[in-house]
């Protein structure tokens, strides 16, 4: 006998919910071509009611990207995502957060995931894929999360883009997300963002600057990855959560 919706409702209530998105404000980790964010009150209760004005990329926080921020020949903003067929996904966990703690250069590879495999099982089809690190738990810290060097040569972990394309087409996966403010590993980043350029220019989505990740089963969670819907944004704030199985 199938639940009624205000069931099924009930029923998720009394699972555990992981939220998976930072508070933001100007002094929040972003990537280095953008400014701080600017939160100015425009009206106060000395007016009858209370607003902020709120200047900020589409990229800051915990956002998502849709195909169209890096490929033009891919016209799907933010507003064009499904919110059922899209925007909640089973959630699969890699977590590299032990490695990442050794060598925060570190990359995702397809040998990875397959030894990931061998201990959690296939990654399903339709999958969101989130690659743990336990970067986010530096968000507090602009200058601990870059981790530039002498030289300014930032160091933080990513993707590989075989790892990529591994989850899309050997796995079939949706979308992606990490817990950095870019896809590739810094280091690799020197013929430009081909992981984040391969993801959107294959009509994917992915979530960046994800957090708690480490609350989260490497299977069995559902993502919800819930943005405003701004027209023709290529990109925007996001909250992002998780439902977590028994």
Known sequence: MSLTTLELLAALKQKKWVDLTHEFGANSPHF?????????????????????????????????????????????????????????????????????????????????ILAWEEQHGRIP???????????????????????????????????????????????????NGHETFDTDAAIYQQNGLIGELYVLSNNHYQIELLTNLDQCPPTGAVIFCIPAKPEKSPGFPVRAFAILPD
């Open 125 to 175: 089809a339709g999958s969101f894929v989130a690659l743990r690190t336990d970067w986010s738990k530096r968000w507090g810290d602009k200058q601990a999360f870059a981790n530039p060097d002498q030289t300014g040569q930032n160091h933080y972990p990513g993707w590989s883009l075989e790892a990529l394309k591994f989850i899309y087409e050997q796995r079939a996966a949706l979308a």
């Open 32 to 112: 280095p071509a953008f400014n701080d964010a600017e939160f100015k009150t425009i009206f106060d209760h000395s007016d009858g009611f209370f607003v902020h004005q709120y200047n900020f990329p589409g990229q800051y926080g915990t956002h998502i990207d849709p195909p169209i921020h890096f490929a033009k020949d891919q016209p799907r903003y933010v507003n064009d995502l499904s919110l059922k067929q899209e925007l909640v996904l089973p959630l699969i966990v890699i977590d590299k957060s032990t490695e990442v703690a050794e060598n925060p250069d570190f990359a995702l590879l397809p040998e990875h």
